[in-house]
């Protein structure tokens, strides 16, 4: 089992950063590939970024590459996601999630691969 909280969300203008955390706990996180995913309202969980499990295989949604950057601290159990030049449509709830299957590009990008998901954080950009 692993359990996932996320944190780091609010509200900010366009343009502004923000960086979300992923606390881990449970079966140690390097065992996991890991993923951000984000949730509008009424809309589909979507995804936005993955990582492998020490960080080497990094995969980026096409709206959010050179924007976002996803990494991880194993030895802290820890996932982040750094997000720059927010735009308004980036607001939404954003997940973290976790599964114990290899890293691949086809099903790390599917919500359906992951076992483990946070409760969200919302984030919310004005313009």
């Known amino acids: 089992q692993v359990q996932l909280v996320e944190s780091g969300g609010g509200l900010v203008q366009a343009g502004d950063s923000l960086r979300l955390s992923c606390a881990a706990s449970g079966r140690t996180v390097n065992t996991c590939t890991m993923g951000w995913f984000r949730q509008d309202p009424g809309k589909e969980r979507v995804f936005v970024a993955t990582?492998?499990?020490?960080?080497?295989?990094?995969y980026y949604e096409d709206l959010v590459k050179g924007r976002f950057t996803i990494s991880r601290d194993n030895a802290k159990n820890t996932l982040y996601l750094q997000m720059n030049s927010l735009k308004p449509e980036d607001t939404a709830v954003y997940y973290c999630?976790?599964?114990?299957?290899?890293?691949?590009?086809?099903?790390?990008?599917?919500?359906?691969?992951?076992?483990?998901w946070g409760q969200g954080t919302q984030v919310t950009v004005s313009s």
């Open positions: 999630a976790a599964t114990a299957n290899n890293y691949s590009r086809s099903s790390s990008i599917r919500s359906s691969s992951y076992e483990y």
């Open positions: 990582i492998s499990r020490i960080g080497s295989i990094t």
